[in-house]
């Protein structure tokens, strides 16, 4: 099987800064697109912020040029720096990656429980 784990959500003030961390283990042989979601109290699901395995980034329109989204491939691992926070990012966050668990396998997506980001005004 395949684990997405989050990490790094936490309470924040206006315009502070926080850094999410998305861990993939298990039966991987590669993983294609990663991507960061969420989901605000009351709301629908949001794709926040998207990056190919080579590295191309897109972002929702409300997270351009605050939310950077990066990752490590060696590592398995995804992260969104999360810059001048407002209260409407408060939300559950969740990873999402497009694993590919051998050469004989079509990908599948798999999601991460999500982490909470509080902004306080």
């Known amino acids: 099987q395949v684990q997405l784990v989050e990490s790094g959500g936490g309470l924040v003030q206006t315009g502070g800064s926080l850094r999410l961390s998305c861990a993939a283990s298990?039966?991987?042989?590669?993983?294609?697109?990663m991507a960061w979601h969420r989901r605000a109290p009351g709301k629908e699901r949001e794709l926040v912020a998207t990056?190919?395995?080579?590295?191309?980034?897109n972002y929702a329109d409300s997270v351009k040029g605050r939310f950077i989204i990066s990752r490590d491939n060696a590592k398995n691992m995804v992260y969104l720096q999360m810059n001048s926070l407002k209260p409407e990012d408060t939300a559950v966050y969740y990873c999402?990656?497009?694993?590919?668990?051998?050469?004989?396998?079509?990908?599948?997506?798999?999601w991460g429980q999500g982490t909470q980001v509080t902004v306080s005004s």
């Open positions: 298990g039966r991987i042989f590669t993983i294609n697109a």
């Open positions: 990056i190919t395995a080579g590295g191309r980034t």
């Open positions: 999402s990656a497009e694993v590919v668990k051998g050469s004989i396998y079509r990908p599948n997506d798999y």
